[in-house]
């Protein structure tokens, strides 16, 4: 059994995709699209051409007092969701995907997190003080990091697994020591993944099984997708202060990746012992 993936853009299963991506952002990429193939517009520089919309967004962010820039942080870093997603797309299209890209794509979506969050930190440091401030920017940083290597690694082995093969593949670190160590962080985030593989196989019926327990963790864990994290930024801005953010990032998001990972390896476990 294999889910049926969006022909339109070859990205992953509806099942397991963030709303805001099937409603708004995706639907925009896709009209963009063939302009993007049409130009010749290499799908690197699109995303690179992305982290302008997050030296925007930050800008509008540094002001997030007014509820104007509040929503023009929003809408530019919705801007950067499209074009994050469009680099994809016209790779695909074009047949341009390669190791590299994917790196860079996910270096310019970790540069505008990163942007954004120093931005609001040193704006609300006259609210906690730069210290605090800074200080749960920071963790909120390290917290994204981790919650963000699990769900896009699970993302990809589900994918993977539905469609027949193995789950768990290394991949090349072209990124030089920021990838090596992001790969060695995702390898610690899924321990059991080869044993799973192998306890697999190539069985189609088992694999069906698997695709339908492990759906619904799939399914929760986009909580934990960028597309969520842009949202609440802007809820929090509105709500008067980033520092609900911060702890939401760092407390609420982190307590739902624990319950979800507990919550896939019981579903895993009790599927290998059926």
Known sequence: MQFTVDTADGGRPRAIEEPLN??????????????????????????????????????????????AMALAGFAAMLAWHVFDGLDGMTARATGRTSAFGRFLDGFCDYSVFILVYLSLAFAAKNEAGLAISLGAAVLAGAAHVVQAAWYELQREVF??????????????????????????????????????????????????GYVERMRPILSAATILGASGRTFAIFIACLAGSPLWYWLWEILGLSLAAVLIERARRRREGAFLEA
Do not use: C
């Open 22 to 67: 099937i409603a708004v952002i995706h639907p925009i990429s896709r009209a963009l699209l063939p302009f993007a193939v049409k130009l010749h517009i290499p799908p690197n520089a699109i995303s690179v051409a992305g982290i302008g919309f997050g030296i925007v967004a930050a800008w509008a962010y540094f002001h997030y007092e007014t509820p």
């Open 159 to 208: 994918i993977r697994r539905s469609a027949g093969q193995p789950g768990f593949v290394p991949r090349a670190a072209v990124g030089g020591f920021l990838e090596i160590g992001y790969n060695a962080l995702q390898a610690k985030l899924m321990p059991g993944a080869h044993a799973l593989d192998a306890a697999l196989g190539a069985d189609p019926a088992l694999r069906a």
